[in-house]
């Protein structure tokens, strides 16, 4: 006889229709995300972002681009492994923008009364630690899906 688990129990998954709302949502998001940066009012009206801006825009848009074309294809479908490995891919790309924008700091907040710098940069390294601690776990569930059992 099979004793009971008492280790908790499993996290259930939303439906495949919260889940598609869901990604929709992510779509729309970004895809005004997109909008706003470079439509209207676009980056270049944010007072403290700088011209250098635009070195960074290129992977900017690649991490945002990435995110609307994993959720797309999740709407379609969504299998576990599937959003692990998409999941992976969207942070790695995020990782790589977010160095970028540590590098280039394409911020200028002179004359503020507030040290945003300091704040901007903490911020960057929390998302870059995040990101770091997010891909990891991202492969874990990668590698340990085919396992699961539904």
Do not use: C, K, Q
């Given at each position: ?143 340990t899906v085919p396992?699961?059992?539904?």
């Amino acid at each position: 006889m099979n004793a009971p688990r008492t280790t908790g129990t499993a996290a259930r998954r939303p439906t495949g229709a919260a889940r598609r709302v869901g990604y929709s949502f992510a779509v729309l998001a970004n895809g005004l995300l997109l909008v706003l940066i470079h439509g209207w009012p676009g980056w270049e009206t944010v007072p403290f972002l700088t011209p250098e801006t635009v070195e960074v825009l290129p992977l900017v848009n690649a991490s945002i681009v990435v995110g609307i074309a994993a959720n797309v294809v999740y709407l379609v479908v969504d299998p576990l492994w599937l959003r692990a490995l998409g999941d992976v891919m969207v942070t790695v790309v995020g990782l790589v923008a977010t160095v970028a924008v540590w590098r280039v700091f394409p911020f200028d907040f002179t004359g503020w009364s507030f040290d945003w710098t300091l704040v901007i940069r903490i911020l960057l390294v929390v998302a870059i630690v995040g990101s770091a601690i997010g891909i990891i776990t991202g492969i874990a569930r990668l590698v340990t899906v085919p396992g699961r059992h539904r």
